[in-house]
Antibody, heavy 120, light 106 residues
Framework: EVQLLESGGGLVQRGGSLRLSCRTS????????MNWVRQAPGKGLEWVSS????????YYADSVRGRFTISKDSAKDTVYLQMSSLRVEDTAVYYC?????????????WGQGTMVTVSS | DIQMTQSPSSLSASVGDRLTITCRAS??????LNWYQQRPGTAPKLLIY???RLQGGVPSRFSGRGSGTDFTLTIYSLEPEDFASYYC?????????FGPGTRVDI
């Protein structure tokens, strides 16, 4: 059974840093791209970042480029999102999601999310 | 970057209704279009991938169509558990943008 479990969310002051983790199980980790998607309170979904299965390529939304870094540890089957220079507008539930290895590469499995609150 | 739009942004419906949500991409994305359902307080769930392919375990009352820039999600005969928000997403090229969502209320 595929499982994704996020952790690391919490309350942080503006300008601070936080590292989110997404521990995975039930699939061959290095065969799949992984993603972070966020949702501000009462708002829609916003794609944040992606990393390919090999870890060789990463992608970022303009809103976080230069402040957030996605990485993965294959020994731990875990993907990370290092967030720095946090802004109030980064407040959101952060989901990790697996990108399926088939037509369109949709995000086929999602974690339950972890809340990040940036205070001013 | 590819922009995604959806219409309507919200709608009211009843059990048994048929409804259609429209999604449009700002440039061609072939069939790299996916639909997700999100119930309040829960993570999104993949319904349709590749514009028209039903994800495993998703009821057949959900149907997706389209290619290029224009896509639709149709729910034939709404069930109580279908009252939720629906998002389209393109995975043609990063950033993998989502549409703004459509909320389906009773």
């Amino acid at each position: 059974e595929v499982q994704l479990l996020e952790s690391g969310g919490g309350l942080v002051q503006r300008g601070g840093s936080l590292r989110l983790s997404c521990r995975t199980s039930g699939f061959t980790f290095d065969m799949y791209g992984m993603n972070w998607v966020r949702q501000a309170p009462g708002k829609g979904l916003e794609w944040v970042s992606s990393i390919v299965g090999s870890g060789g390529s990463t992608y970022y939304a303009d809103s976080v480029r230069g402040r957030f870094t996605i990485s993965k540890d294959s020994a731990k089957d875990t993907v990370y999102l290092q967030m720095s220079s946090l802004r109030v507008e980064d407040t959101a539930v952060y989901y990790c999601a697996r990108r399926g290895n088939y037509v369109a590469g949709a995000f086929d499995f999602w974690g339950q999310g972890t809340m990040v609150t940036v205070s001013s | 970057d590819i922009q995604m739009t959806q219409s309507p942004s919200s709608l009211s419906a009843s059990v048994g209704d048929r409804l259609t949500i429209t999604c449009r991409a700002s440039q061609t994305i072939n069939s790299d279009l996916n639909w997700y359902q999100q119930r309040p307080g829960t993570a999104p769930k993949l319904l349709i991938y590749g514009a028209s392919r039903l994800q495993g375990g998703v009821p057949s009352r959900f149907s997706g169509r389209g290619s290029g820039t224009d896509f639709t999600l149709t729910i034939y005969s709404l069930e109580p558990e279908d009252f939720a928000s629906y998002y389209c997403q393109q995975t043609y090229s990063p950033p993998f943008t989502f549409g703004p969502g459509t909320r389906v209320d009773i």
